[in-house]
């Protein structure tokens, strides 16, 4: 059990490091200068495309069914 102990006390001892070093004058002014990041409003259209065959294929390829003389399967219709 008091490894656990020391394990959080490095784990504290850590992060409080980590706030000092971000706090420190060149740290700020390092930042302050990091441009700022936007997010594109829109998707590629490839990325897209990619989106919704992935949406297809969890949704199991729900695509209407042709209808006609033939089935999908490949199978006459039976004569009754």
Known sequence: MPRSNNKSAD???AAR???Q???TVEN?????????????RE???LLLQL???LHRAEDGDKE?????KHS?????????
């Open 43 to 45: 998707l590629p259209t």
């Open 11 to 13: 784990v504290s001892q």
């Open 17 to 19: 490091q980590i706030r």
């Open 51 to 53: 989106l919704g065959k």
């Open 28 to 40: 700020l002014r390092f930042l302050r200068h990091l441009p700022g990041f936007e997010l594109d």
């Open 21 to 23: 070093q971000i706090h």
């Open 72 to 80: 999908a399967a490949g199978r006459k219709p039976s004569k009754r």
């Open 64 to 68: 209407p069914k042709r209808r006609g």
